[in-house]
């Protein structure tokens, strides 16, 4: 018996037999050519070919597991017509003499390394995808197939990593959980397993040539803990468990189109915090009451130029009819800091947490906010629409804020197009925007608390930082202290107050929050029933 300790991605436990997945491990190697336009004609080729094979993916990917999974093979699409990506591959191959092979291998490796150096896990985890869509085109320019994974029997999964193309290739039904040595919270593996409900872990120190098929494997993902053939004392104490979490997660679909009111009478919103349109099957799937956090970056990422009007005015419209009615809360840009975007041409900073970001860039490029206002005051018209505006600290950024607001509400009605001015709130992430609570209070609609950033700024640590993991505490007392004190001055303007960060999701808070009096609490989908069962069993007096 075995054990290896990683991080979850996704909580439950399983036991089966492994399935090793091993890339073949090709060299490309580099040769002269002689007509530099006879191989960029093969990679237009490669790339045509490639394009075709991600739609099939993205159609069986949206059969099998919904468009919030399916989604990445649009980015792969995407990503293959990227300019630079492709400009970089056709300059190594004019200006070097070398095979198309190599020239996407060389560029392929150079654009992952540049996504895996950033510092937001989102940025990180497209790394894998550049690695994916190179691999891809290498093959079809060797005249190589894709591996067929389709057949095998229910088992644990163990890779170094997993590509997006590996996973959808999958019986889904006979994927017992997944075990890789590297990947990200962020990774496809991570997100499809928590859109499946099933347990993996990442950043397992495996060797993966000691590791023979067949070989019986106890998942743990509320340890994060990996064991081989355990001995037969694990294996009960494994299948009890395994049969205990199933009776919770039968108990757990009970609870859907129930209200999430206390013992004593006491209601909370809970809501899902979603990444792009994709999400939204996963949203409804979990029940959840509203979409509490809809991050609009996704609109900016991953593209060359600034996403127009009509772009995003169609995406936040499809969120909220598709939502019927239920409250829907769309954040505006929140780009800088670790979320970097070439075109902005924000410029390198020496502490971009504390500096160019949010709401910030919003007020210097006004233009760029009018757009975002435009679209998401022609969508308010179409369901129950709210926005939130990020990184507050002053009275006067919202009083700007409302300058902007006016000046596009004169515009759309002198362009007489249809529209309607939501309600309005802000994000405290900020100690500054908690001690002036009480005054901002009185200019929004509602507060949402972002967690993430507030603990990060009130404990002066770098969340990004694995070295002062041991330093980051989103219980201290201080953070507990000054999300009492929003609620609390909230309130006292007849206003409501929620939480949208990760602490939302700390199961171990929520009857503290419910005490405390915040009004909503918006989560990964997958959290919704979880919270709505500690809610339905407390008493909110106690």
Avoid at 7 to 20: E, N
Avoid at 444 to 449: A, L, M, Q
Avoid at 461 to 487: C, G, S, T
Avoid at 516 to 541: F, H, T, Y
Wanted: aromatic share 6%; charged share 30%.
């Amino acid at each position: 018996m075995q054990s290896f300790q990683g991080k979850s991605v996704y909580k439950g436990i399983v036991m089966g037999p492994v399935v090793v997945l091993k890339k073949n491990d090709y060299q490309v190697k580099r040769s002269r050519i002689e007509d530099a336009d006879a191989e960029t004609s093969r990679v237009q080729e490669a790339v045509k070919r490639s394009q075709e094979q991600l739609q099939k993916l993205y159609d069986k990917a949206l059969k099998e597991v919904g468009e919030a999974s399916a989604a990445i093979f649009e980015v792969h699409q995407m990503m293959l017509e990227d300019e630079d990506y492709l400009e970089a591959i056709q300059n190594m191959i004019q200006t070097e003499m070398v095979n198309a092979e190599y020239a996407v291998a060389v560029t392929g490796d150079n654009f992952s390394q540049m996504f895996a150096s950033m510092d937001d896990d989102y940025m990180k985890a497209r790394a894998a995808d550049i690695k994916d869509i190179s691999e891809r085109l290498v093959r079809n320019l060797s005249g190589q197939e894709d591996a067929d994974l389709s057949d095998i029997d229910p088992s644990v999964i163990v890779a170094d990593d997993l590509s997006p193309s590996e996973t959808v290739q999958m019986d889904k039904e006979k994927i017992l959980a997944f075990v890789t040595v590297h990947g990200s919270t962020n990774s496809h593996t991570a997100i499809l397993a928590r859109m499946m409900n099933i347990p993996a872990l990442i950043g397992v120190p495996l060797v993966l040539d000691e590791l023979k098929n067949g070989t019986t494997a106890v998942v743990d993902g509320f340890t994060g803990q990996v064991t081989f053939e355990p001995d037969e004392e694990t294996q009960a104490a494994t299948l009890k468990r395994v049969q205990e979490e199933k009776e919770k997660l039968a108990l757990l679909q009970e609870l859907k189109g129930k209200e999430n009111i206390t013992l004593d009478g006491k209601k909370i919103n809970i809501y899902a915090n979603i990444g792009s349109v994709g999400d939204i099957g996963y949203v409804l799937e979990n029940d959840a009451g509203g979409i509490g956090l809809f991050r609009s970056e996704f609109l900016y990422l991953g593209r060359n130029d600034f996403p127009t009007e009509e772009e995003q005015f169609q995406a936040y419209k499809q969120v909220v009819q598709t939502m019927a009615g239920k409250k829907v809360i769309i954040r505006t840009l929140d780009i800088g800091a670790d979320k970097q975007v070439d075109y902005f041409n924000l410029g390198n900073e020496e502490n971009p947490a504390l500096g160019y970001r949010a709401i910030r860039i919003c007020l210097k490029q006004p233009d760029i906010f009018k757009t975002q206002l435009r679209a998401l005051f022609r969508a308010a018209v179409y369901g129950n629409l709210s926005i939130m505006y990020p990184m507050i600290t002053s009275v006067e950024e919202v009083e700007k804020i409302y300058e902007i607001v006016k000046e596009v509400e004169i515009e759309l009605k002198a362009q007489e197009i249809q529209y309607r001015i939501p309600e309005q709130g802000i994000m405290i992430e900020t100690p500054a925007a908690v001690m002036i609570s009480d005054r901002l209070a009185e200019m929004v609609d509602f507060f949402s608390i972002g967690t993430n950033d507030l603990t990060q700024y009130t404990l002066a640590i770098d969340r990004q930082n694995e070295k002062l993991d041991d330093f980051y505490n989103p219980h201290h007392e201080a953070v507990l202290r000054m999300i009492q004190m929003v609620v609390d001055n909230a309130h006292k303007c007849g206003k409501w107050a929620g939480i949208c960060g990760e602490l939302g999701a700390d199961l171990t808070l929520t009857e503290k929050f419910v005490r405390m009096g915040l009004d909503e609490l918006s989560v990964a989908p997958s959290m919704i029933l979880k919270l709505r069962k500690i809610v339905r069993e407390m008493k909110a007096e106690d």
